[in-house]
């Protein structure tokens, strides 16, 4: 479906454009097409050009490697990129995927630099800026929101039990296990 591959080719060339070594690592693979999984969406196919970019590929090619991204993968996102790479099922050319995860953890969008060249470097500066305060913000909120909810669960409603518990209630359970047959109580069970 060309519909998709077209934007996502052209973002990918973007940050491929911007860095010579990263095309030189995909050139030798020309011709290979990569198929990205990503349910509910529809499978993206790109072929490599031989320069080293990418381009939308028919839909009857077979694809040399295929990346499935499945709802782990979304879910290990916010822990961090090695969370995230693990969670990506990855089938095919292992030279391919390689160079591919190479790629992943190393080319980064300089939004900056691009942001530039509309509006000016003081201008652009100023937004990243504040577009980096705001990401460090919304993180600090995820976590605190996430302390908060842990700790509400853990004391106040006794959802979770805290570390050390589980020892506790096994004891407790055998006591009343022993009182409700009758028998006396085992020596290791903790006096009430």
Do not use: C
Not at 1 to 24: D, G, K, T
Not at 66 to 86: N, Q, S, V
Not at 90 to 103: D, Q, T
Not at 162 to 167: D, F, K, L, N, V
């Amino acid at each position: 479906m060309i519909v998709f591959e077209s934007p996502v080719a052209a973002a990918l060339n973007h940050l491929l454009e911007a860095e010579p070594w990263a095309r030189e690592r995909l050139a030798p693979f020309a011709g290979e097409t990569l198929e990205l999984r990503l349910a509910p969406l529809p499978a993206l196919k790109l072929a490599i050009a031989s320069e080293g970019t990418l381009r939308p590929a028919a839909e009857a090619a077979s694809a040399s490697l295929t990346l499935t991204l499945g709802p782990d993968a979304l879910a290990a996102l916010p822990k961090g990129e090695d969370h995230f790479l693990r969670a990506i099922e990855i089938s095919g050319n292992e030279k391919l995927a390689h160079e591919v995860l190479y790629l992943f953890r190393h080319l980064r969008w300089d939004a900056e630099e691009d942001l530039a060249r509309l509006i000016g470097d003081a201008a652009a500066h100023r937004v990243a800026g504040v577009a980096r305060e705001f990401a460090g913000w919304q993180q600090d909120a995820v976590r605190r929101l996430a302390e908060s909810l842990m700790a509400y669960a853990v004391e106040e409603k006794q959802l979770l039990l805290e570390r050390g518990a589980p020892e506790e209630q096994l004891l407790f359970l055998d006591r009343i296990g022993h009182e409700a047959l009758g028998e006396p109580r085992s020596r290791s069970s903790p006096r009430a």
